[in-house]
């Protein structure tokens, strides 16, 4: 087991963990120190993985999941295994949620009481870590909820505004979708194999293929839902605009770039990939709540005056798109989806951890009480201005490729119904740049309103590393999408597929 | 062909904006300026080279048999969608893309060089984020490149759409005026909105066919030789067979691919500001003169033209669409006329100018039919987005000089300029002869062909479009005599005299008027046309309807001398005459205030906000009700464990009881 | 069959058991009521020296008649003045009370009488019981032996004990 | 006997006269006890030793409730059982 490096994800924050846990609590600067080195570790880590990954790719290792490793038992009677394995979806989240880990360090440099909110952050991300890389549906339940329930304390502890009250129903509504999603793992697995040697495996599951289309039928929307929830999916999408808005920076940028992508990666993994004939079937149902998801919250966002608010409902507009190019069920939408999720969950970070470069700064959030911050902080100025234009989807950032990825696998859907839909979702795209525009508009250009902020400086060391990176990020995706594409696109081997290949025909 | 040349026309550019973009900051204003002239300076020799070898190598890639071909020079994957489609990134060769190579550069460079002067203060002194300028017109002038060599329709979408961020950074340059900023805003939103259909379009189009190439949905490939390909209607009678077996006849009214060709056009419509989306393109004007005389007046705004161009083939297929695009032309040539004869911002007049000369290409290409002198109308369009380029950026060029000297947008602060600006006098009056039409003039040998064109198609958009022609004419003369005579200068107390620019403006200016004197003379025909025959205009040349256009331009010209020469009280009249005409036309037709009513009367009153409302008090408000209803049944059932013992031994004896009565009832 | 006299005690002792009972929950004066329980507690230990146990019986008057009732009695001059009434029930309470009491009984009459042949069944012989016996019972660990039960009760007490100082103890 | 226990542990609010009526419950199932294994198991002896376990603990338990309820009474000056809700949520 130990010689897989796929451990090492969940082994790292571990001992990150034990490392801060025995820094002194006033010694900031050793805690900073072991947060930077154990992200750096996990940055590499996921570089090196992906590089092995293509490695192995390149030299002909087709099978579903690379690294795979089942031998460890936690629970015999159940059968629950630490079974561990990854696939280019998987490598590419890995990616990301390093990639923000490192920059939400940066992005927290300043925090107060800093040993508690690192040990509960990097609890969040173990989970966060633990559930990508997990092929049991236990395990990864498991890790689920280990990255959810940190989230409580970080806002309710470290939050601004409605704190509380954010943090309850956050992690409340999280939780019922959990319960749904307890449900239906469990259903899974009673179902899991004809011959009775029931298993909580993924990839054992898929491959028997043994779930009754009735049951399917039913275990599909309570997974769907109970992911669709942390997907923020419209109607259970609430949570999000006021979670994220009392969330400190790193908690933010954490949780709606990775966190919301477990949403994402679980309808897929679980609800799609295990369960395919209910998806095609109850597919038009979810089309459109997600349909809904996508327009509304572009709506929504156009005339909301907080930023973070603003972010949030634009994170359920493009964090629809993603759930709603999953239930098209053909591989360029899929893979659109999975890009939109690595794209989304790089460029909403960015976002917030500006938002809190600003709201650190101005201390308010409001856009009617600021204006023409450009002038005064160039630099957070033209970065936000970046990721603005990543978000309405400006060719050569990320929002461009996942979201045409998106609409043109959509639209090769044969049914009329599913096209009609991918138009609506397409209107998104002025929508979105309705919003920005608003923003940018309003918050950085125009006449300077508030005499104070003359004073105010441009952005520190650490903030520019952090921001500098995820523009990288965003802009390597956006310049060389092909590699993304074909990363993720081995993943859609033909077994995946073979059972979507009567649902759809793509030309 | 060597590809390094073509690479490095679109990747000089793309270097500079980031060069500059990210390190302007640490070098000099000057530094900044001269380097971007330089790479600017480069791509023009490497485009006029490309072009030069396209059209007159006799290269057989780019020419066999005295038609020319079209020839992609390299194209490389982007992003793969399904093995069979894909974006891709490339370089195509054919009559218009190397046409607007010459162009694009040629005005980017002028401007280039011309802003080195404008950017600054009356002391010399460099405006503020001056390297910021150069890094966004170089910007501009990659996505430009990238957009005119386009070899899919869906990389062309890909530039479209950076052309359109790189003007909505242009426009709003001066970010700290609220003017600025809301044109620009206005800009993005307002073609983002028709890019929506351009997409819609290119989704429907890609469904059928199977893939976003032009060399499949416009032209064939040539045997013999690699990556070569003809235009021939071949090509997209095979597409227009695709739709006719797979799609259905009729969808609201109207062919599948009727429809996909008119959402496409929508696309151009926005970037080339045809009704009713034009309204952000007189606010473009916020930006510097040189943006509008770069973007909004000779290159971005005639992306739409070249769109319909690029895809003329297959807008053949659909008579629908021509005329669709036929009419919304013709309204809008005429509209923007005729708003132009009322604006006081000379800038405006120059926009609504644009907007009309666009309307006439667009009307150019949609009454093109092959079997009328082989689609002349095609080639007259082409020609004359060639030489409205040249002019319409002269006249940006001459009236930003002005603004600059004087310091104001009105023609009122203006008036009898010509003694004082003598350059900026003759070469404003070289372009307004030209755009007027008249004889040697470049414009006159575009607008007549388009004229031509409009007469073989129907006599009503012939007559429509001359009388255009004539308005054309006359608002331009009244702005050159309002500008330059009417009545003697006043120069107020403690300013100096306006007086001509520094070498770096005027050259520009020089170098335009001289092309737009020549421009005409150039034989078109023989270069451009729709599928590579090369046709001889003077073969077909009609006096008659030169005569006639010639006789309305001069009537339109002599009406504005008659009128505006010296101050007098004959517009006053004209304006008392007919009130409502004068009224609606000066506030363009209340388009502004239609569309401030429905984007936010309607979209943000009716839409955002009630759905926002929903939002929090409906959607959430059932969530927090669940919540709250938990909370009040656990405050209800709380009383229950009221710490009284004999309390809690009443419930278990009635639970116990309970039991026992349901075992006897069960026993029984 | 068993012999008039025995009867005879029988029925004296279960009519004393229930009026002694009833008189102890119904009586106003708490002392009399540890009092009535005393003679209850009797009552019972005489049942247990008619069914021959007589440990059980001796044990009976010893803990409970000798310990319990001590304790009682205690408690109760601890914390009440003497000639102190409880306070009178209302109606209602005593109602209530009433009707669960009766309902109780009714359940656990029914669940006796639904057994008729118990009621009827003669005493079957029984050799008694020798000090021996209960004490291998007690102490054996094997089959139907109780050793652990009795540590287990011993701790307990232990406990008890431990915990009666602790509580009692003046803070 | 039980029905008494019942009726005093409901209706008294003297916390020693309930202690009293629960002890009337015990010794009635107590009895219950005996009665049972002497008449129908008379060769065994489990209902014995169970009552006898039972009376240790019963012992015990009121040895407890009665230092307890000095305890409230120190406290309290009272040992009604009404006034007992302090403990409750």
């Not at chain 2, 082989?374 to 380029?389: D, I, N, P, R, V």
């Not at chain 2, 006789?551 to 101050?567: F, H, K, P, S, T």
């Not at chain 2, 037709?589 to 309607?602: A, G």
């Amino acid at each position: 087991m130990l010689t897989n490096p796929l451990i090492y994800f969940v082994v790292i924050p571990l001992l990150m963990l034990a490392g801060i846990g025995l820094c002194n609590n006033r010694n900031v600067g050793a805690i900073r120190a072991v947060a930077v080195i154990g992200s750096l570790a996990l940055l590499t880590l996921s570089t090196f993985l992906l590089v092995d990954f293509l490695g192995q790719r390149a030299a002909g290792a087709d099978a579903a999941m690379l690294f795979v490793n089942d031998t460890v038992v936690w629970f015999a009677p159940l059968n629950i295994h630490l079974a561990i394995g990854v696939d280019g979806i998987s490598v590419a989240m890995l990616m990301l949620s390093s990639i923000i880990l490192f920059t939400g360090t940066f992005a927290s440099w300043k925090i107060d009481q800093p040993k508690e909110f690192f040990l509960w952050l990097i609890l969040l991300s173990t989970g966060v870590f633990g559930f990508f890389i997990s092929i049991d549906l236990f395990t990864m339940f498991m890790f689920y909820e280990v990255a959810l329930i940190p989230m409580y304390l970080l806002i309710g502890v470290w939050g601004s505004g409605r704190k509380n009250y954010s943090a309850m129903k956050l992690t409340l509504m999280l939780m019922g979708g959990s319960a749904f999603l307890m449900l239906g793992l469990i259903g899974i697995y009673y179902h899991s194999a004809a011959d009775g040697n029931l298993t909580w495996n993924i990839l054992t599951i898929a491959a028997n293929d043994a779930i009754p289309h009735g049951w399917q039928n039913f275990l599909f929307p309570m997974t769907f839902v109970g992911f669709g929830v942390l997907g923020a999916m419209f109607p259970f999408h609430t949570w999000s605009p006021d979670g994220h808005a009392s969330a400190p920076t790193a908690v933010s940028m954490l949780h709606a770039g990775v966190l919301m992508k477990l949403g994402g990666y679980g309808c897929f993994r679980v609800a799609i990939y295990l369960m395919p004939y209910a998806a095609a079937e109850l597919s038009y149902i979810f089309l459109i709540l997600t349909g809904i998801s996508v327009v509304y919250g572009a709506f929504c966002a156009c005339v909301k005056t907080d930023l973070k608010y603003i972010n949030a409902y634009s994170s359920v507009s493009h964090c629809g798109l993603v759930l709603f190019a999953i239930l098209m069920l053909n591989t360029t939408a899929m893979t659109g989806a999975i890009m939109q999720m690595l794209s989304h969950g790089l460029m909403t970070a960015l976002f917030f951890a500006l938002i809190g470069m600003i709201y650190g700064r101005t201390h308010t959030r409001e856009i009617t009480k600021m204006g023409g911050l450009m002038k005064i902080m160039p630099f957070l100025g033209v970065c936000y201005v970046i990721a603005g234009m990543a978000s309405l989807g400006l060719p050569g950032l990320s929002g461009f490729v996942s979201e045409m990825t998106i609409f043109v696998g959509s639209f090769m859907h044969a049914d009329m119904f599913h096209r009609v839909f991918t138009i609506v979702a397409c209107c998104s795209i002025v929508i979105t740049a309705v919003y920005i525009l608003r923003v940018v508009g309003k918050l950085l250009f125009g006449p300077v309103y508030d005499e104070h902020h003359l004073s105010l400086t441009d952005a520190e060391w650490w903030e520019r590393l952090s921001t500098v990176t995820l523009i990288i990020a965003v802009a390597a995706i956006g310049c060389f999408p092909n590699f993304f594409v074909d990363l993720i696109n081995k993943t859609f081997t033909p077994e995946i597929f073979s059972v979507l290949g009567m649902t759809s025909t793509a030309l | 062909m060597d590809v390094t040349i073509p690479i490095l026309i679109l990747a000089i550019p793309l270097t500079m904006f980031l060069l500059l973009g990210i390190a302007g900051c640490k070098m000099s204003h000057r530094t900044a300026g001269i380097l971007g002239c330089l790479g600017m300076g480069t791509v023009l020799v490497l485009a006029y080279y490309t072009a030069a070898q396209y059209f007159f190598s006799g290269n057989e890639l780019f020419g066999a048999d005295g038609v020319r071909l079209q020839h992609i020079v390299f194209n490389q994957t982007w992003l793969e969608f399904t093995p069979t489609m894909a974006i891709k990134l490339g370089f195509l060769l054919d009559p218009i893309s190397a046409m607007m190579l010459v162009v694009i550069t040629t005005i980017s460079f002028m401007v280039h060089l011309y802003s080195m002067g404008y950017m600054r203060d009356h002391h010399g002194v460099y405006e503020h984020g001056f390297q910021r300028f150069y890094a966004f017109l170089s910007l501009f002038s990659f996505s430009m490149l990238g957009l005119v060599v386009a070899t899919n329709i869906f990389q062309m979408y890909i530039f479209w759409e950076l052309v359109g961020a790189s003007s909505y950074l242009l426009i709003g340059f001066y970010y700290v005026k609220p003017s600025a900023v809301s044109a620009s805003k206005k800009a993005f939103i307002v073609t983002r909105f028709a890019d929506l259909g351009f997409l819609i379009g290119i989704l429907i189009l890609s469904y059928y066919v199977g893939n976003f190439d032009f060399m499949n949905l416009t032209s064939s490939p040539v045997a013999s030789l690699a990556e070569t390909f003809s235009v021939d209607i071949a090509a997209p009678q095979h597409i227009a067979q695709i739709f006719a077996d797979n799609a259905a006849p009729v969808f609201m009214g109207g062919s599948v691919l009727t429809w996909a060709l008119v959402l496409i056009f929508m696309g151009g419509m926005g970037k080339s500001a045809m009704m009713p989306l034009h309204i952000w393109l007189p606010d473009a004007m916020e930006g510097p003169t040189p943006v509008s005389a770069l973007i909004h007046a000779a290159t971005m705004v005639v992306a739409g033209v070249y769109l319909v161009a690029r895809l003329f083939p297959l807008y053949l297929m659909e008579d629908t669409a021509l005329v669709i695009i036929t009419v919304v032309g013709a309204i809008t040539a005429l509209y923007a006329a005729m708003v132009a004869c009322t604006q006081l911002d000379i800038k405006r007049v120059l926009a609504f100018s644009t907007i009309s000369q666009i309307a006439f290409m667009m009307v150019s290409l949609g009454v093109a039919r092959p079997e009328h002198h082989e689609a002349l109308g095609y080639m007259a369009s082409m020609f004359h987005l060639f030489t409205h380029a040249m002019f319409k950026a002269l006249l940006f060029l001459c009236a930003g000089a002005i603004i600059h000297a004087i310091g104001s947008n009105d023609y009122t602060d203006m008036h009898g300029l010509r003694k004082y600006m003598p350059i900026t006098h003759w070469t404003f009056l070289i372009g307004c002869l030209a755009i007027a039409g008249i004889i040697p003039f470049s414009g006159f040998f575009s607008k007549d062909e388009i004229l031509s064109a409009c007469l073989g198609y129907d006599w009503v958009a012939y007559v429509w479009m001359s009388l255009v022609a004539g308005l054309t004419a006359f608002y331009m003369f009244r702005l050159y005599f309002l500008i330059f005579w009417w009545k003697e200068h006043k120069i107020h107390e403690g300013h100096h005299a306006p007086h001509d620019q520094a070498w770096t403006m005027s050259l520009p200016l020089i170098i335009l008027a001289a092309i737009s004197c020549v421009a005409g003379f150039i034989p078109f025909g023989e270069l451009v046309s729709w599928n590579g025959h090369p046709y001889d205009f003077m073969a077909h040349f009609d006096w008659s309807v030169a005569g006639i256009s010639l006789a309305i331009a001069v009537a339109g010209i002599a009406l504005a001398w008659v009128m505006y020469r010296r101050e007098n009280a004959l517009p006053e009249k004209f304006r008392n005459a007919v009130p409502a005409l004068w009224t609606w036309c000066y506030h363009r037709f209340y388009w502004d205030e239609l569309y401030m009513f429905i984007t936010h009367k309607i979209i943000f009153g009716g839409i955002c906000r009630p759905l926002a409302w929903f939002d929090r008090n409906i959607i959430d408000g059932t969530m927090d009700s669940f919540a709250a209803v938990t909370n009040k049944a656990s405050e209800a059932i709380r009383p229950l464990q009221s710490g009284q013992i004999q309390m809690y031994v009443w419930y278990y004896l009635i639970g116990v009881l309970a039991l026992a009565g349901i075992c006897a009832a069960c026993i029984l | 069959m068993e012999s008039v006299g025995s009867l005879i005690l029988y029925f004296i002792v279960a009519l004393a058991m229930i009026l002694f009972s009833v008189l102890a929950v119904t009586t106003r004066k708490i002392l009399r009521a540890a009092t009535y329980l005393l003679f209850t507690l009797f009552a019972a230990a005489v049942a247990y020296f008619m069914m021959d146990y007589e440990f059980l019986g001796a044990v009976q008057i010893a803990v409970y008649a000798g310990g319990i009732v001590v304790l009682f009695v205690f408690a109760i001059l601890l914390t009440s003045k003497p000639g102190d009434n409880t306070e009178r029930l209302t109606s209602r309470s005593r109602g209530l009370g009433l009707v669960a009491a009766l309902a109780t009984l009714g359940v656990v009459g029914y669940a006796l009488f639904s057994r008729c042949e118990l009621l009827t069944a003669a005493k079957p012989n029984m050799e008694a019981l020798d000090m021996v016996t209960i004490g291998t019972t007690l102490m054996g660990s094997s089959h139907a032996q109780y050793l652990l039960p009795f540590e287990a009760v011993s701790v307990l007490l232990l406990a008890c004990i431990i915990g009666g100082v602790v509580v009692a103890r003046r803070r | 006997m039980f029905a008494c226990g019942v009726y005093g542990f409901i209706t008294r609010k003297n916390m020693i006269a309930m202690l009293v009526s629960l002890e009337l419950m015990l010794n009635a199932v107590d009895i219950n006890f005996v009665v049972f294994n002497r008449y129908l198991f008379p060769g065994a002896f489990e209902g014995m030793f169970f009552t006898l376990f039972a009376i240790a603990i019963a012992a015990a338990e009121t040895a407890l409730a009665i230092a307890i309820i000095i305890n409230i009474f120190r406290a309290e000056k009272n040992i009604d059982v009404r006034n007992l809700d302090k403990m409750k949520f």
